[in-house]
């Protein structure tokens, strides 16, 4: 009898862990405690009573009455209980069900976002790689115009310096010299003047042509103002060289140059200051004065020549 009790109290305790969860079971199990107890009550008088009287005793016949009353109350409280357990079991079975398939769809968002997140992101680093190589490209064409003449593609007066600096440097290193020659266009104004600033820069796009035409490899070609130009000559040995360098240019416009489609021709010639460093200036600015100098008086005793400083 005891060990029955025990056993009993065990799964009323088991049972009312589950009571927060199925809170209709507590009143259940309340009374199914006051009916075990009364049972086994019971129970406990029938068992005293028949090792008293013996088992034909007539008050035993109420006591098994009692425990029939009892045990049919005991069987309806287990069947309602077991009814509760059952419908909330399917409950717990729909609602586990529903969780999973919750927990199913927000892993499939989960792998959606990352999806969506890698393809931003490789999206993004395509753009930053594009917009990289723009800034650079962009970079790449600004300094190229910072350092070059718009009209003529040349070299500019910023990036002459740079470079004759360069040079001297080298000549220094190296007990070299450098050759500067200074032109200025003869008759490039007139042009202008006459037949308009379009016409002036055909002309002067036609002359840089034909100077290239006439330069070595190692000859640095810069524009430095609006008719003016200058060539950086390296590797030579003696004046002469240079001598021979300013006489093909000059005779480079021979030739009338063309203006436009009806062949209109006007004349052009080049004078040409030349000066040597070290020989004639011991910095650039110096070399680039006397060699300035030095096409001033060119123009100055006829024009379409050479004069060195």
Request: proline content about 2%; overall charge neutral.
């Amino acid at each position: 009898m005891l060990v029955a009790t025990i056993g009993w109290g065990m799964l009323l305790d088991k049972l009312r862990r589950h009571q927060s969860e199925i809170p209709q079971i507590a009143t259940i199990l309340d009374r199914l405690d006051d009916l075990i107890k009364k049972k086994f009550g019971v129970g406990r008088v029938s068992l005293q009573i028949q090792l008293s009287a013996g088992s034909y005793a007539p008050h035993l016949r109420m006591a098994t009455n009692d425990n029939k009353a009892l045990m049919d109350k005991i069987r309806m409280e287990i069947n309602s209980l077991e009814l509760i357990m059952e419908n909330e079991g399917d409950k717990i079975d729909e609602l586990l069900d529903e969780t999973l398939k919750q927990l199913r769809n927000l892993a499939l968002w989960i792998v959606f976002i990352m999806c969506m997140i890698l393809v931003v992101n490789y999206k993004r680093t395509v753009w930053l790689f594009e917009h990289a190589t723009t800034n650079e490209e962009l970079a790449e064409k600004f300094s190229h115009l910072a350092l070059h003449d718009a009209l003529t593609k040349l070299p500019n007066r910023r990036s002459f310096e740079q470079y004759l600096k360069k040079a001297i440097l080298q000549a220094n290193r190296y007990q070299v010299k450098v050759g500067l020659l200074y032109m200025d266009m003869d008759g490039f104004k007139l042009i202008n003047d006459k037949y308009g600033h379009a016409k002036g820069d055909k002309a002067l796009i036609e002359a840089v042509s034909r100077i290239n035409n006439t330069l070595r490899d190692s000859d640095f070609f810069a524009r430095v103002g609006g008719d003016e130009f200058v060539i950086v000559a390296n590797h030579f040995s003696e004046q002469s060289d240079l001598q021979i360098l300013a006489e093909r240019v000059i005779s480079a416009f021979n030739q009338p140059i063309s203006l436009d489609e009806r062949d209109t021709q006007v004349p052009m010639g080049v004078s040409i200051g030349i000066a040597i460093y070290p020989d004639n200036a011991k910095s650039q600015k110096s070399l680039m004065s006397n060699a300035d100098k030095a096409m001033y008086a060119a123009k100055s005793s006829g024009k379409n020549q050479a004069v060195f400083y």
